[in-house]
């Protein structure tokens, strides 16, 4: 009788100890309220939308939404969400990810109206949706490199200076040999190279590996533009867009309705992307190779005792991670129709870091915070398009690196790096 009694007394201590309530979610999805509401109050006009090309509206072709209703259903709907995000925090319940999501596509969808209603222009999806999947080509690829790296252990800051070489090795290759697959080739091999380094003083030398890739970018940036303002200024044909990669059609999903000719009309650099996160995923958490790899990142002195060589599987991977993080530098040259420029990849090194903790180092959840991070970018290319006045340059070149910074102070608490990220392993 006394056990039970002491059991119930402690169920009843435990539940005057309340989690505390967060109010982060609500606050964000406060703000988003009053972005739609400034959108609702300055929208007017018809906002229509196409898909691809422009038709007249009297085909029934286009969509057409009288923009000040729709935006304010719209900013309806995110405060309803908002207020719920208010209920749930009370009850000290979590936050949904569905949510999110709905006041993330409701407010998209109340700027694109605000926009196109106030401008009289056409709204052209496919051309956000493709501009979107360019933007975060690289993105991808880099937050798979950070995915790999962060896995067993090592914090790969070299990202950025990957997807330099990895763009300016490319084109190069591709150029000097007048043959874009062998610049396809390179492009892995240069990110690799890069990787090697890392993986030479972070694990074989215990060095520092924030410091070492903070290192390694400045090393690239420079060695970069130093060859671009001599040798291929001198030899301008080796930094040429004659050798790009074409695009393919994929037989039958090219024909896809709406989006078949955007997903499936690319060059190899995309379909690689899809391969690669298919099986990475697969890999990493259903393969030996996976299993392994968490538990030298989680754990490397426990792996160790079963038989597994902890500084070599860091090195190995490493590299790995590295190449996806050249061959994504590749769709920013050779995959994008480009000619090399100085800091061609301007920061996206670092987006892909935030991209991979978003996704708390699964490479679906990073790829989605990376397709998120694109289509900030492609709202770049996309708001010159439809702006009723003209917009400052640079104040559009901001709204990536804002909306990584806002991703980040809002969701990064919710993500939890491997154990032994950025801690040496030496054998005793």
């Not at 999806?125 to 999947?133: G, K, S, V």
């Not at 001198?234 to 059609?249: A, G, H, K, M, V």
């Not at 699964?362 to 010159?384: K, Q, R, T, W």
Request: hydrophobic share 55%; proline share 5%.
């Amino acid at each position: 009788m006394s056990t039970t009694v002491d059991t119930l007394e402690a169920h009843e201590r435990a539940e005057d100890i309340r989690i505390p309530i967060s109010w982060k979610m609500p606050i964000i999805y406060g703000l988003a309220t009053l972005l739609s509401l400034y959108f609702a109050l300055n929208s007017d006009g018809v906002a229509e939308f196409v898909w691809k090309q422009i038709r007249p509206s009297r085909d029934g072709g286009n969509l057409l939404l009288h923009a000040d209703q729709t935006v304010w259903i719209l900013t309806a709907v995110i405060a309803l969400a908002a207020a719920y995000s208010v209920f749930r925090a009370i009850r000290r319940q979590k936050q949904p990810l569905w949510l999110g999501l709905i006041i993330l596509l409701a407010l998209v969808l109340a700027f694109l109206t605000f926009q196109g209603g106030g401008s009289g222009r056409y709204i052209t999806i496919a051309f956000l949706f493709a501009a979107t999947i360019t933007a975060a080509q690289p993105l991808i690829f880099g937050a798979m490199a950070g995915v790999v790296c962060e896995r067993v252990g090592v914090v790969n800051i070299a990202i950025e200076g990957q997807l330099l070489v990895g763009a300016f090795t490319g084109v190069v290759v591709a150029s000097a040999t007048a043959n874009p697959w062998l610049g396809l080739l390179a492009a892995p091999l240069a990110g690799a190279l890069i990787g090697s380094l890392l993986a030479f003083f972070s694990v074989k030398y215990a060095v520092d590996q924030i410091i070492v890739g903070v290192v390694l970018n400045v090393l690239c940036l420079g060695l970069t533009s130093f060859l671009l303002g001599t040798i291929i200024r001198d030899t301008p044909t080796w930094n040429s867009i004659q050798y790009s990669l074409p695009q393919w059609e994929v037989p039958g999903l090219s024909k896809i309705p709406f989006i078949g000719p955007v997903f499936f009309n690319q060059t190899i650099i995309t379909y690689i992307l899809y391969v690669a996160l298919i099986v990475l995923t697969i890999m990493l958490f259903r393969s030996r190779w996976g299993l392994r790899m968490r538990a030298v990142g989680e754990h490397p002195k426990a792996a160790d005792t079963v038989g597994i060589n902890v500084n070599r599987t860091r090195v190995l991977n490493t590299i790995l991670g590295s190449a996806f993080a050249g061959l994504g530098g590749a769709s920013f040259t050779i995959g994008a129709n480009a000619v090399f420029t100085e800091n061609i990849s301007a920061g996206n090194g670092y987006i892909a870091l935030a991209a991979m903790i978003l996704g708390k180092w699964h490479p679906i959840g990073a790829m989605g915070a990376a397709l998120m991070f694109g289509f900030a970018s492609a709202i770049v290319d996309f708001l010159p398009l439809v702006a009723t006045t003209p917009i400052d340059p640079n104040l559009l070149a901001m709204i990536p690196y804002v909306v990584t910074i806002l991703a980040v102070a809002g969701f990064v608490g919710k993500s939890r790096a491997p154990a032994a990220e950025n801690v040496p392993y030496i054998k005793s």
